[in-house]
C-alpha cells in the first residue's frame, strides 16, 4: 500500500500550521467573495456538493484504503429522501437535509456490515453489488418516481426564515453545508479515531493484534462516509430541486472514484481539487456530448498509470523533494 | 394446459430456460473472472465491455466483411483475445507489484473508454444480428417450445466452461497455471516463463468473454452497453461462488440464472435485484462465498 501513503503528504502542501492557516484562510475568502467575481453561482454550489461527495469517499478510499464502488447509493438515496420530505412532506430544507443524510449513514452502516465481512478486491465488488440493489430499487420504489424522478423540489426557507429561493442565500447556505462536512472529516482524520483508521489501512493485523476491533472501525467509518456523502446528495436536491436515478447509478460511483483519484487519495485537499477539474471538465465539455465518457475513462488510464498519487499528492511530492 | 405451482407449465419452463441462457453468460463471464483473479490478482472491470466488443465484431465480420456467424464465433473470440493481449502487455502488466485497487481502476478506465466509443459511433438502440439459418426454428417439446437458437447457447457455453475446467484442471499448461497461482517465484525458478503465462490467460479469459458476446449478439441486439449491467451481475456472483475454483463458477453461474428466472415467473418484481439479496445473504452466512477457501 506504499503509494497510497499520502500521510505526510497534506502537511507537504500546507507547510508549517502558519501557511496552512493563510491558505485556508484565502481559499475560504475567495469562496466567500466567489458570487461578487462574476462566477456562475450554481456552478460553484454544484462544485461544492462534488467537493463535499468526494471528501467524504476519501474518508474510505484514502484513509482505511477501502475502495468503495457503490457510494453512488448513499449520494442518490439521500437525495431522493431529502427530496420526499421536502416537497410532500412538507419539511424545512434544513430538516430534509439531516434525514437524507441519516437515512444514507443508514444504509452505509447496512451496506458496511456487509461488506467488510470480505477484505480487499471484494469490497469493490460488493459495495457495487449492493449499490445495484439500491438503484433498481429506486427505479421500481413509488415515491422516487422511476426514470422522472422527483422534480420542482421547494428550497424553501432555511429554519422557516431565510428564503432559499435568493441565489445568495442558497449560497452561503451550501457553503456553510460544506465547512461542516469538510470539518467533520478533517477531525475525523487528525483524531485519534483517525489514527487508527490509518493503522488499519498501512497494517490491518498489526492493529488487530493491538486489541482494537478492526471491524468496528471499519464499519463507524463507513457510516460516517456514507452519511457525509447523503448529506452531500441531500444539499444537491435542494439546490437543483430534482433528485433522479443519475444520482444512484453507478457511473455517479465512478465519478466520485475519479474525483478523488484525480486529486490526490489520501490526501486531504486532494478530493477538492479532483471535485473541480472533473466537474469543470463536465461542464466545459458538455457540448461534445457521450464523449465525455471517454474522456473521463481516459483520464482514468493515465491517472493509474502515470501519477497514482493524484495532483495534490504528486505537487506534495515535489515540494517535499526540495 | 397443465400448471406447475400455479404457473402455467411452459411460462415457468421458457423462464427457466431464458435464466439458463442468462446463466450460460454469467458462468462464462465469472469463469474469465476467475482465472484472470486467479493469475494476475486483478479484477476485470473491462469484461462487460469487452463481452460486448465480442458481439460487436461478430456484427461488422457479418455487415462489413460478409463473414457469417460460424466463422465469427472462433474469429470474434481471436479478435478480442489479441485485444486482450495489447492491453495486458501495454498496461496491467505495469501494476502487478502494486494495490490490487488499480487494476480495478484502469480496467475500470478502459471499460469507459471502449463503451463510450461504441457509444458514440452506434448510439444505444441496438444493432440486429440474424440467427444462423441452421439454428432457426424450435423444436416442440411436448411441455414447452425450446428456441433452436437457445438450445445450442446453452450446451454450447457448457461445453467451453467444462473445455476451460479440463484445460486448467487437466492438463500440463493448466498446471503450470495453476502452480503460478501458488507460487510465482518458484514457478519461475523451474525456468517457465510467467509473464508469457499470465498475458495468454488473460488473453484467454478475455476471449471467452468476447464468444459469450457472439452467442449472445443473436439473443439480444448488438448494443454498445450490453456489458455494462451485466458485469454488475456477474461481480455478485463472483462474490457468492467464491473466486477459488473453476467449477464453483460455473455451477454459481448457472445456478443464479436459474434463481433469476424462478424470481420472473413468481415475483416478477425482484428479478432484478435477487441476485444482489442472495450475495448479501451468502454475505452473512459463508462470507467467503459457496466454493471459495476461508483466506485471509
Given at each position: 500500500m506504499?503509494?497510497l501513503n499520502?500521510r505526510?503528504?497534506?502537511?507537504?502542501?500546507?507547510?508549517?500550521?502558519?501557511?496552512?492557516?493563510?491558505?485556508?484562510?484565502?481559499?475560504?475568502?475567495?469562496?466567500?467573495?466567489?458570487?461578487?467575481?462574476?462566477?456562475?453561482?450554481?456552478?460553484?454550489?454544484?462544485?461544492?456538493?462534488?467537493?463535499?461527495?468526494?471528501?467524504?469517499?476519501?474518508?474510505?478510499l484514502g484513509y482505511v484504503g477501502l475502495?468503495?464502488?457503490?457510494?453512488?447509493?448513499?449520494?442518490?438515496?439521500?437525495?431522493?429522501?431529502?427530496?420526499?420530505?421536502?416537497?410532500?412532506?412538507?419539511?424545512?430544507?434544513?430538516?430534509?437535509?439531516?434525514?437524507?443524510?441519516?437515512?444514507?449513514?443508514?444504509?452505509?452502516?447496512?451496506?458496511?456490515?456487509?461488506?467488510?465481512?470480505?477484505?480487499?478486491?471484494?469490497?469493490?465488488?460488493?459495495?457495487?453489488?449492493?449499490?445495484?440493489?439500491?438503484?433498481?430499487?429506486?427505479?421500481?420504489?413509488?415515491?422516487?418516481?422511476?426514470?422522472?424522478?422527483?422534480?420542482?423540489?421547494?428550497?424553501?426557507?432555511?429554519?422557516?426564515?431565510?428564503?432559499?429561493?435568493?441565489?445568495?442565500?442558497?449560497?452561503?447556505?451550501?457553503?456553510?453545508?460544506?465547512?461542516?462536512?469538510?470539518?467533520?472529516?478533517?477531525?475525523?482524520?487528525?483524531?485519534?479515531?483517525?489514527?487508527?483508521l490509518k493503522a488499519i489501512r498501512e497494517n490491518e493485523?498489526?492493529v488487530?493484534?493491538?486489541?482494537?476491533?478492526?471491524?468496528?472501525?471499519?464499519?463507524?467509518?463507513?457510516?460516517?462516509?456514507?452519511?457525509?456523502?447523503?448529506?452531500?446528495?441531500?444539499?444537491?436536491?435542494?439546490?437543483?430541486?430534482?433528485?433522479?436515478?443519475?444520482?444512484?447509478?453507478?457511473?455517479?460511483?465512478?465519478?466520485?472514484?475519479?474525483?478523488?483519484?484525480?486529486?490526490?487519495?489520501g490526501?486531504?485537499?486532494?478530493?477538492?481539487?479532483?471535485?473541480?477539474?472533473?466537474?469543470?471538465?463536465?461542464?466545459?465539455?458538455?457540448?461534445?456530448?457521450?464523449?465525455?465518457?471517454?474522456?473521463?475513462?481516459?483520464?482514468?488510464?493515465?491517472?493509474?498509470?502515470?501519477?497514482?498519487?493524484?495532483?495534490?499528492?504528486?505537487?506534495?511530492?515535489?515540494?517535499?523533494?526540495? | 394446459?397443465?400448471?406447475?405451482?400455479?404457473?402455467?407449465?411452459?411460462?415457468?419452463?421458457?423462464?427457466?430456460?431464458?435464466?439458463?441462457?442468462?446463466?450460460?453468460?454469467?458462468?462464462?463471464?465469472?469463469?474469465?473472472?476467475?482465472?484472470?483473479?486467479?493469475?494476475?490478482?486483478?479484477?476485470?472491470?473491462?469484461?462487460?465491455?469487452?463481452?460486448?466488443?465480442?458481439?460487436?465484431?461478430?456484427?461488422?465480420?457479418?455487415?462489413?466483411?460478409?463473414?457469417?456467424?460460424?466463422?465469427?464465433?472462433?474469429?470474434?473470440?481471436?479478435?478480442?483475445?489479441?485485444?486482450?493481449?495489447?492491453?495486458?502487455?501495454?498496461?496491467?502488466?505495469?501494476?502487478?507489484?502494486?494495490?490490487?485497487?488499480?487494476?480495478?481502476?484502469?480496467?475500470?478506465?478502459?471499460?469507459?473508454?471502449?463503451?463510450?466509443?461504441?457509444?458514440?459511433?452506434?448510439?444505444?438502440?441496438?444493432?440486429?444480428?440474424?440467427?444462423?439459418?441452421?439454428?432457426?426454428?424450435?423444436?416442440?417439446?411436448?411441455?414447452?417450445?425450446?428456441?433452436?437458437?437457445?438450445?445450442?447457447?446453452?450446451?454450447?457455453?457448457?461445453?467451453?466452461?467444462?473445455?476451460?475446467?479440463?484445460?486448467?484442471?487437466?492438463?500440463?499448461?493448466?498446471?503450470?497455471?495453476?502452480?503460478?497461482?501458488?507460487?510465482?517465484?518458484?514457478?519461475?525458478?523451474?525456468?517457465?516463463?510467467?509473464?508469457?503465462?499470465?498475458?495468454?490467460?488473460?488473453?484467454?479469459?478475455?476471449?471467452?468473454?468476447?464468444?459469450?458476446?457472439?452467442?449472445?449478439?443473436?439473443?439480444?441486439?448488438?448494443?454498445?452497453?450490453?456489458?455494462?449491467?451485466?458485469?454488475?451481475?456477474?461481480?455478485?456472483?463472483?462474490?457468492?461462488?467464491?473466486?477459488?475454483?473453476?467449477?464453483?463458477?460455473?455451477?454459481?453461474?448457472?445456478?443464479?440464472?436459474?434463481?433469476?428466472?424462478?424470481?420472473?415467473?413468481?415475483?416478477?418484481?425482484?428479478?432484478?435485484?435477487?441476485?444482489?439479496?442472495?450475495?448479501?445473504?451468502?454475505?452473512?452466512?459463508?462470507?467467503?462465498?459457496?466454493?471459495?477457501?476461508?483466506?485471509?
Amino acid at each position: 500500500m506504499t503509494t497510497l501513503n499520502a500521510r505526510t503528504e497534506t502537511r507537504a502542501i500546507l507547510g508549517s500550521p502558519q501557511a496552512g492557516y493563510v491558505l485556508t484562510g484565502a481559499v475560504a475568502l475567495f469562496v466567500l467573495a466567489a458570487p461578487f467575481l462574476g462566477i456562475y453561482p450554481i456552478f460553484l454550489m454544484k462544485l461544492l456538493c462534488f467537493a463535499l461527495f468526494a471528501c467524504a469517499f476519501n474518508l474510505m478510499l484514502g484513509y482505511v484504503g477501502l475502495l468503495s464502488f457503490g457510494h453512488a447509493s448513499f449520494f442518490g438515496m439521500a437525495a431522493y429522501i431529502t427530496g420526499h420530505t421536502v416537497k410532500v412532506w412538507g419539511l424545512t430544507p434544513e430538516l430534509g437535509i439531516i434525514a437524507g443524510a441519516l437515512v444514507a449513514a443508514a444504509l452505509g452502516f447496512a451496506f458496511g456490515a456487509l461488506a467488510i465481512r470480505r477484505q480487499g478486491i471484494y469490497f469493490a465488488m460488493i459495495t457495487l453489488a449492493l449499490a445495484q440493489m439500491v438503484y433498481f430499487f429506486s427505479v421500481q420504489a413509488p415515491f422516487t418516481h422511476g426514470e422522472d424522478g422527483i422534480q420542482g423540489i421547494p428550497r424553501g426557507a432555511f429554519l422557516g426564515l431565510v428564503d432559499l429561493g435568493e441565489t445568495l442565500n442558497i449560497y452561503y447556505f451550501v457553503v456553510a453545508v460544506f465547512a461542516i462536512g469538510f470539518f467533520i472529516v478533517y477531525r475525523t482524520i487528525h483524531s485519534p479515531f483517525g489514527q487508527v483508521l490509518k493503522a488499519i489501512r498501512e497494517n490491518e493485523n498489526r492493529v488487530i493484534s493491538l486489541g482494537y476491533r478492526v471491524n468496528h472501525f471499519k464499519i463507524a467509518a463507513f457510516t460516517l462516509s456514507a452519511g457525509l456523502s447523503g448529506l452531500a446528495g441531500a444539499t444537491k436536491s435542494i439546490v437543483f430541486q430534482a433528485a433522479t436515478l443519475t444520482d444512484v447509478h453507478w457511473t455517479m460511483s465512478g465519478e466520485v472514484v475519479l474525483m478523488t483519484l484525480l486529486g490526490g487519495m489520501g490526501t486531504i485537499l486532494g478530493p477538492i481539487v479532483g471535485a473541480g477539474v472533473v466537474i469543470s471538465l463536465q461542464n466545459y465539455l458538455a457540448t461534445v456530448g457521450s464523449w465525455v465518457t471517454v474522456i473521463m475513462g481516459a483520464i482514468f488510464v493515465i491517472c493509474v498509470l502515470t501519477f497514482r498519487r493524484g495532483v495534490v499528492g504528486e505537487l506534495a511530492r515535489i515540494l517535499r523533494g526540495r | 394446459m397443465t400448471e406447475l405451482l400455479g404457473v402455467p407449465a411452459p411460462v415457468l419452463f421458457g423462464q427457466l430456460l431464458l435464466g439458463l441462457i442468462n446463466g450460460s453468460f454469467y458462468a462464462l463471464l465469472s469463469l474469465g473472472l476467475a482465472v484472470i483473479f486467479g493469475m494476475l490478482n486483478v479484477i476485470n472491470f473491462a469484461h462487460g465491455a469487452l463481452y460486448m466488443t465480442g458481439a460487436f465484431v461478430a456484427w461488422f465480420l457479418l455487415n462489413y466483411l460478409g463473414i457469417g456467424y460460424w466463422p465469427a464465433l472462433i474469429l470474434a473470440p481471436l479478435v478480442v483475445g489479441a485485444f486482450g493481449i495489447v492491453l495486458e502487455k501495454t498496461m496491467l502488466s505495469r501494476l502487478y507489484k502494486l494495490d490490487h485497487l488499480y487494476g480495478l481502476l484502469l480496467t475500470f478506465g478502459l471499460a469507459l473508454i471502449i463503451e463510450g466509443l461504441f457509444r458514440n459511433a452506434y448510439g444505444v438502440s441496438g444493432q440486429p444480428y440474424p440467427i444462423p439459418s441452421a439454428l432457426q426454428g424450435g423444436q416442440n417439446l411436448g411441455f414447452m417450445f425450446l428456441p433452436t437458437y437457445r438450445g445450442w447457447v446453452v450446451v454450447a457455453s457448457i461445453i467451453v466452461c467444462f473445455g476451460t475446467w479440463f484445460l486448467v484442471e487437466r492438463t500440463r499448461f493448466g498446471a503450470y497455471l495453476r502452480a503460478a497461482v501458488e507460487n510465482q517465484e518458484l514457478v519461475r525458478a523451474f525456468g517457465i516463463n510467467v509473464p508469457l503465462l499470465m498475458t495468454l490467460a488473460y488473453g484467454f479469459a478475455v476471449a471467452l468473454a468476447g464468444f459469450a458476446g457472439v452467442l449472445a449478439a443473436p439473443i439480444y441486439q448488438v448494443n454498445p452497453l450490453m456489458g455494462q449491467d451485466l458485469i454488475i451481475v456477474v461481480f455478485a456472483i463472483v462474490v457468492i461462488g467464491g473466486l477459488g475454483s473453476i467449477l464453483g463458477s460455473i455451477v454459481t453461474g448457472l445456478g443464479i440464472g436459474v434463481v433469476e428466472g424462478l424470481t420472473k415467473t413468481f415475483y416478477p418484481e425482484a428479478s432484478a435485484t435477487v441476485v444482489f439479496l442472495i450475495m448479501a445473504i451468502v454475505l452473512a452466512l459463508r462470507p467467503h462465498g459457496l466454493f471459495g477457501r476461508p483466506r485471509a
